[in-house]
């Protein structure tokens, strides 16, 4: 079956980096969009960006411009998102989700991953 | 960006009630790009309803999505108490692709 399998907990300093995987199996991975939210403790979600696989092309929103970065290993069919000068205001838990049709950007979250929380703290 | 404002923040009803949660954009919404998820404690996100009014794989018949251009409904005919959840719309229509601050369904 379709899914997506986000790597385990990280609790880093602030000024750290965090590199979250998202191992996608029971589809053609290079096919589907991956978007990039996040949600801090209590809090409701917020856009990250996306990566096209196919190509490695990346869209961020702006609050994350210059610090995030997405991209993928086709090989291993694996996305990843690297978010460097982590601040406390960035623990959250970081999900992966996959679009619902082919070579679709305009299109909703349809499979999500587990979640990783990651915690900022010195 | 596109501004979701979601109302009621909190939504007391009773199991078998019917619920009808409210998502309002600040900008015209294009071809009706708008999702609306369910999350529970502790899960992931799951998506109910695309396109404004596509009910996504699995998803019962009990959920509803209407709306276009800057108002859109998620109506949950007979709530069953695993309905009990935080619902979040969002819009794909242009970037950056926000989401509402959430509606908290809970039981009366």
């Known amino acids: 079956q379709v899914q997506l399998v986000q790597s385990g907990a990280e609790m880093k300093k602030p000024g750290a980096s965090v590199k979250v995987s998202c191992k996608a199996s029971g589809y053609t991975f290079i096919g589907y969009f991956m978007f990039w939210v996040r949600q801090a403790p209590g809090q409701g979600l917020e856009w990250m960006g996306w990566?096209?696989?196919?190509?490695?092309?990346?869209d961020y929103a702006q609050k994350f411009q210059g610090r995030v970065t997405v991209s993928r290993d086709t090989s291993i069919t694996t996305a990843y998102m690297e978010l460097t000068g982590l601040r406390s205001d960035d623990t959250a838990v970081y999900y992966c989700?996959?679009?619902?049709?082919?070579?679709?950007?305009?299109?909703?979250?349809?499979?999500w991953g587990q979640g990783t929380m990651v915690t900022v703290s010195s | 960006e596109i501004v979701l404002t979601q109302s009621p923040g909190t939504l007391s009803l009773s199991p078998g009630e019917r619920a009808t949660l409210s998502c309002r954009a600040s900008?015209?919404?294009?071809?009706?790009?708008l999702a609306w998820y369910q999350q529970k404690p502790g899960q992931a996100p799951r998506l109910l309803i695309y396109a404004a009014s596509n009910r996504a794989t699995g998803i019962p018949d009990r959920f509803s999505g209407s709306g276009s251009g800057t108002d859109f409904t998620l109506t949950i005919s007979r709530l069953e108490p695993e309905d009990f959840a935080v619902y979040y719309c969002?819009?794909?229509?242009?970037?950056?692709?926000?989401f509402g601050q959430g509606t908290k369904l809970e039981i009366k």
């Open positions: 989700a996959r679009a619902g049709n082919i070579s679709a950007l305009l299109d909703a979250l349809h499979i």
């Open positions: 969002q819009q794909y229509d242009s970037s950056p692709r926000t």
């Open positions: 900008e015209s919404v294009r071809s009706s790009y």
């Open positions: 990566l096209n696989p196919i190509n490695g092309d990346t």
